[in-house]
C-alpha cells in the first residue's frame, strides 16, 4: 500500500477517533439528554391506547355504462361519453374527494344516529373525515410502473373494533347509494339535452340540405367533381384533334406548295389558269392568239421588224391579247394584277392543263382542304377556350359543393347521433343504471397499534440523536482546547511533552482530575501526584525534550508560565526540579509569583521573607529554603510578603543580578511566573531568564487565549509548549506502569 494510501487512513482514523473522544467529553451532556427523551418517551408509549383499523373495497364504475348495448352496437361508444356522462373515465382525484365531502358524510351520521350527540355536526364531520381513507389500489406486476385499478378502497381508524366496522357500514351505504343517485341525475340530465338538442338539429340539417339544393339549381350541377373531370376530358379530346387537324395542314401545304413549283406559277395565276381552262371561248381566243405569235415567229425568220407583215402580226396578236383579257375578266371578274405579264407561261402551259385536267382538281381540292382545316381549327380553338373558361369556375363550385355536402352530412350524423343518444339513455333510464360492487365488505377492526417495540426503538434512536446532536453542538460552542492535535494547528511551537491526567486512577486515591497547585489542593496530593510513576516519567521525558531544544544555547534559567490560572505551571516546576535533581543537577526554584505565590505551601514553609523582600531592599540577601522530596533535595526562594506594586519589583535589575549570580552555584534555575495574560509580571521575568516554556492545560485554555500568549512572547526565546491532563498518555505508553510481580 502507497505511502498516500497509510496517511489517508491515519486522518480517517484520527477523525473518528476524535468524533469519539468529542462523546465521550460530552458524556454528561449526551447521557442527559438522552435520559430526559427518554424519560417522556417511555411513559408516552407505554400509556398509547389502542388503534384499530376496518377497511372495504368497491369496484368503481362510471355513472353511466350501457354494457350491453354498446356492445351491440358497435358505433354506439362514443354516445355515452357524449351526452350521458362527460367523464366516462373516471376522474379519481376528484371522485375521492367527493366521497370525504362533507355531503355524504352527514348522510353517514344521519345513518349512525349521530345527530343528536353533544358534539356538533361539524365536528363530528371533521372527526370522521380525520379518521377516514380513500385512495385508489393500484397493482404491481413487476414493472416499474404501477398499474391503477379501478377498485377504492376506504379506510377507517378508531378506538374500537365494532365502532369502525360499523362506521364503515354506515358509510357503505351512503357510497352505494350516491352512486345511483348520481347515475339517475346525469341519465336525465343527458336526456333533457338531447331534447333541447334535437330541433336545432333538424333545422340546421334542413337549412344546410337547401343551401346544397340551391347551388346545384343555379349552376345546374349534379356532381360537380364528375362534371369537372368530363370537361378535363373534352379538352383533352379537342387538343388532341387540333394536334392532328396541324398535322392535316402541314401534309396539305406540302402538298399543295410542291403543285406550285410543278407548274412554276404564283399561287394566283395558277388558280386563274385553272379557271379559265374551263371557259370555252377563252380556249379559242387562246389558240388564235398562239396561231398568230407563231405565224409571227415564222415572220420574224424572213423579215425584219419593220416590214409590214411583221407589224400586221404584231398589230394582231396585240388585238388578240386584248380580246383574251377582256374575256378573261368577264370569266374572272377581275384578273390578277401581273396576270399580262404572265400570260405568255400561261400560254406555255396551255398544253400541260388541256392534258392534265386532274392536276388542276388537285390543286383546287388542296385549296380547299386547306381552308377547311382552317375552319376547322378556329372552331375547335373556340370551342377549347370556352371549355377552359367553363373549367376555371369549377374549382370554387366544388369546393362550395363539397363544403355544403359535408356539412349537410355533420348534421345528418349529429341528428342520428341524437336520435340514437336518446334511445340508449331511454333504455338505461328503464334498467336502472349499474351500482357499484361491493368487493370487501367492512370487517372488525384490526390493532395497528401502538407498537410498543417500534415505538421503544424509535424512542432510542431520537433519544440518540438529540445527545449526540446535543454533545456536538456543546463541542461547537465551547472554545476550549480540547486535544494536542488542535494545539498543533494553532500555533508554530513545539510540543515538549505531556503529563497524563489521573481519571484512569480514581481508585487509588488519585483525584479525577489533576490538582496543578490550586489554593485548593492540599500538600498531600501534590506530592502523590509528583511520586505518581507515569507523571514522574512524563516530567522526565519533557526535562529531556528541552535540554534538546537548548542544545545550541545555555538552559541555566528557566521561566515556565501559562496563559491564565490553574493550568498546572507551579506543579509542573516542582516536577522538573525533582527530575532533573534525579539527574544529579542543582537546582534552584525562584517563586516569582509575587501576586499569588503557592510553593511554600507544597512544602509548609513559611513565606514571610523571600524574593518580594529581596526586590524591595528589605533584606539583603534572599531566602534560600532547602527542601528533601522523594529522595531528592532542592532549594526553594519563596515569593516572601506580597507587595502592593508587583510590576515595579520585578522591572528593576535586581532580579537578573540576582539569577545571574546564582548560575554560579546551580545547573538548573526554574522560576514561577505569574499567568501570562493580563498582566505584564510573566514577561519581565522572561526576559530575564535563558528561555521560557508554556504550558496549558487541555479543556481550559481557549485557542484564542494561546494564541496571545504566543504573541506576547514571541520576542523571548519561548522552548515550546508542556501539555497537562492529557487523557490520551495512558494509552501511548503502557510500560509506564509498574508491572505486578
Known amino acids: 500500500m502507497s505511502q498516500n494510501n497509510w496517511e489517508l487512513e491515519e486522518l480517517n482514523d484520527l477523525g473518528y477517533g476524535q468524533l469519539f473522544a468529542t462523546l465521550w467529553r460530552r458524556r454528561y451532556w449526551f447521557a442527559g439528554v438522552f435520559g430526559a427523551v427518554l424519560a417522556i418517551a417511555i411513559p ?26 354498446t356492445n351491440r352496437f358497435s358505433d354506439n361508444a362514443y354516445l355515452e361519453k357524449e351526452f350521458a356522462d362527460s367523464g366516462l373515465e373516471i376522474d379519481y382525484a376528484t371522485q375521492l374527494k367527493v366521497l370525504k365531502s362533507s355531503e355524504l358524510l352527514k ?63 354506515a358509510i357503505q351505504e351512503v357510497y352505494l347509494e350516491y352512486n345511483l343517485e348520481q347515475q339517475e341525475k346525469r341519465l336525465k340530465d343527458g336526456l333533457n339535452f338531447i331534447n333541447n338538442q334535437i330541433p336545432d338539429a333538424r333545422r340546421e340539417l334542413t337549412e344546410a340540405e337547401a343551401a346544397l339544393t340551391k347551388l346545384s339549381k343555379e349552376h345546374n350541377l349534379i356532381s360537380p367533381e364528375q362534371e369537372a373531370i368530363a370537361l378535363k376530358e373534352n379538352i383533352r379530346e379537342i387538343s388532341k384533334e387540333r394536334e392532328a387537324l396541324k398535322a392535316q395542314q402541314s401534309q396539305t401545304t406540302g402538298n399543295y406548295s410542291n403543285l406550285q413549283q410543278q407548274l412554276n406559277l404564283p399561287t394566283e395565276n395558277a388558280q386563274t ?37 411583221i407589224q400586221d402580226l404584231t398589230a394582231k396578236r396585240d388585238s388578240q391579247r386584248a380580246l383574251l383579257i377582256q ?17 405568255k407561261s400561261i400560254q406555255k402551259q396551255r398544253q400541260f392543263f388541256d392534258s392534265e385536267t386532274r392536276f388542276l382538281d388537285t390543286i383546287t381540292e388542296s385549296q380547299a382542304s386547306l381552308k377547311g382545316i382552317h375552319e376547322r381549327e378556329l372552331s375547335l380553338a373556340q370551342t377549347e377556350a370556352e371549355l377552359r373558361q367553363r373549367l376555371v369556375k369549377f374549382p370554387d363550385l366544388i369546393a362550395r359543393y363539397r363544403n355544403l355536402s359535408q356539412e349537410a352530412e355533420v348534421k345528418r350524423n349529429a341528428l342520428q347521433r341524437l336520435l340514437e343518444a336518446k334511445q340508449e339513455l331511454e333504455i338505461e333510464l328503464s334498467r336502472g343504471g349499474f351500482g357499484w360492487q361491493v ?63 489521573l481519571s484512569s486512577f480514581a481508585s487509588n486515591r488519585f483525584l479525577a482530575r489533576l490538582p496543578f497547585l490550586s489554593q485548593s489542593h492540599s500538600t498531600t496530593n501534590i506530592k502523590e501526584v509528583i511520586q505518581w510513576h507515569p507523571f514522574r516519567e512524563s516530567l522526565d521525558l519533557i526535562y529531556q525534550n528541552l535540554k534538546l531544544a537548548s542544545i545550541n544555547s545555555p538552559l541555566q534559567s528557566l521561566a515556565v508560565t501559562s496563559a491564565i490560572a490553574g493550568e498546572g505551571k507551579s506543579t509542573l516546576i516542582l516536577g522538573l526540579a525533582i527530575s532533573a535533581a534525579r539527574h544529579q543537577q542543582r537546582v534552584l ?3 516569582a509569583d509575587l501576586r499569588r505565590p503557592s510553593l511554600h505551601k507544597a512544602f509548609n514553609l513559611a513565606n514571610h521573607t523571600g524574593l518580594a523582600d529581596f526586590l524591595a531592599g528589605e533584606v539583603t540577601y534572599p531566602v534560600i529554603e532547602q527542601v528533601s522530596f522523594s529522595g531528592e533535595t532542592i532549594d526553594l526562594i519563596p515569593s ?6 508587583p510590576v515595579k519589583l520585578l522591572n528593576s535589575s535586581i532580579l537578573l543580578d540576582l539569577i545571574d549570580q546564582q548560575k554560579q552555584n546551580y545547573d538548573l534555575i526554574l522560576v514561577d511566573t505569574p499567568p501570562a495574560i493580563g498582566m505584564v509580571d510573566a514577561i519581565k521575568v522572561a526576559s530575564n531568564c535563558d528561555s521560557a516554556v508554556l504550558t496549558m492545560r487541555l479543556d481550559k485554555l481557549k485557542a484564542s487565549e494561546l494564541l496571545e500568549v504566543e504573541a506576547l512572547f514571541s520576542k523571548l526565546n519561548v522552548l515550546g509548549i508542556v501539555i497537562n491532563d492529557s487523557k490520551e498518555y495512558e494509552f501511548k505508553s503502557p510500560y509506564l506502569l509498574p508491572q505486578q510481580v
Open 589 to 591: 526554584v525562584i517563586d
Open 327 to 343: 374575256e378573261a375578266e368577264r370569266v374572272l371578274g377581275k384578273v390578277p394584277a401581273n396576270f399580262p405579264i404572265d400570260l
Open 439 to 501: 368487493i370487501e365488505s367492512p370487517q372488525l377492526g384490526e390493532q395497528i397499534a401502538p407498537n410498543l417495540l417500534q415505538d421503544l426503538l424509535l424512542s432510542f434512536v431520537i433519544a440518540s440523536f438529540l445527545g449526540v446532536g446535543t454533545a456536538f453542538t456543546i463541542e461547537a460552542l465551547d472554545q476550549r482546547i480540547t486535544n494536542p492535535q488542535e494545539i498543533e494547528r494553532q500555533t508554530s511551537l513545539p510540543i515538549l511533552g505531556t503529563t497524563p491526567g
Open 44 to 69: 408516552t408509549a407505554l400509556m398509547k391506547k389502542p388503534v384499530y383499523q376496518s377497511y372495504m373495497q368497491v369496484l368503481a364504475e362510471s355513472n353511466y355504462q350501457s354494457k350491453d348495448l
Open 273 to 309: 389558269l385553272s379557271r379559265l381552262s374551263q371557259s370555252e371561248r377563252y380556249q379559242n381566243l387562246l389558240n388564235e392568239l398562239q396561231q398568230i405569235e407563231i405565224s409571227l415567229a415564222n415572220e420574224q425568220t424572213k423579215f425584219t421588224n419593220d416590214n409590214p407583215i
Open 640 to 645: 516572601g510578603s506580597i507587595p502592593l506594586d
Open 107 to 169: 348522510r353517514a351520521i344521519a345513518k349512525l344516529g349521530l345527530e343528536n350527540s353533544e358534539e356538533t355536526k361539524q365536528e363530528i364531520i371533521e372527526s370522521l373525515r380525520e379518521s377516514l381513507s380513500v385512495i385508489q389500489l393500484t397493482e404491481e406486476e413487476g414493472s416499474q410502473d404501477p398499474t391503477t385499478t379501478k377498485i377504492i378502497q376506504a379506510d377507517f381508524i378508531g378506538d374500537s373494533p365494532v365502532e369502525t366496522k360499523r362506521i364503515l357500514e
